[in-house]
């Protein structure tokens, strides 16, 4: 058996392979795990979670020569837009609308008050419409700024100041309102 040059054998997989596939290991090293989060906080499930993040990388793949240096934005917007074709070809939103657990928004700290808190965000947020809640969540889950978040929702960085400054007036309405009902 022909032995390699010690060049190759000192070489990883990856870089043998060529700077597209190191590139892309290190990108999914990166940020799989951040878009299986992304995808649990919407679908609530680890598997369906999964597998929305394997898609988002096979298309991370194909457009690789469109992927902007800050990648994950990116990554966001491409999650985003696979949820919600997916959500049209079902039509069946309410199925697949975002969970909100108790593990995302912080742990009951055995105070009243910090329940009804939890309580009242969730109702609140379930009132926003599905463009809204998505702009809260990804600043605030995903702790997105407004540059990323125009990345994220492929709009100018102006279009995703205005969108976040107006879901989050309705989200503070929404509480607002949520607060006559008890």
């Avoid at 700077?19 to 090293?29: E, N, V």
């Avoid at 979670?49 to 966001?76: I, T």
């Avoid at 997916?86 to 329940?115: C, M, T």
């Avoid at 969540?137 to 125009?150: I, N, P, Q, T």
């Amino acid at each position: 058996m022909p032995r390699k040059p010690a060049s190759e054998l000192d070489d990883p997989p990856a870089q043998r392979m060529g700077p597209d596939h190191a590139w892309f290991t290190g990108l999914y090293q990166a940020h799989h795990a951040a878009v299986v989060r992304y995808g649990r906080r919407r679908l609530g499930d680890l598997d369906a979670a999964a597998e929305l993040a394997q898609e988002v990388f096979v298309v991370a793949w194909r457009r690789r020569r469109e992927m902007p240096d800050r990648s994950l934005p990116w990554l966001y917007g491409v999650a985003r837009r696979l949820l919600a074709n997916e959500w049209r070809a079902r039509r069946a939103i309410p199925e697949l609308r975002p969970r909100i657990a108790a593990d995302d928004l912080g742990q009951p700290d055995g105070e009243a008050d910090a329940v009804v808190a939890r309580v009242d965000l969730r109702a609140a947020l379930a009132r926003l419409s599905d463009a809204d809640r998505e702009v809260v969540l990804l600043a605030a889950w995903e702790g997105l700024g407004v540059a990323e978040l125009a990345t994220a929702l492929d709009c100018s960085r102006t279009a995703a100041k205005v969108r976040l400054h107006r879901a989050r007036r309705r989200l503070r309405s929404a509480l607002a309102d949520g607060r006559h009902v008890h």
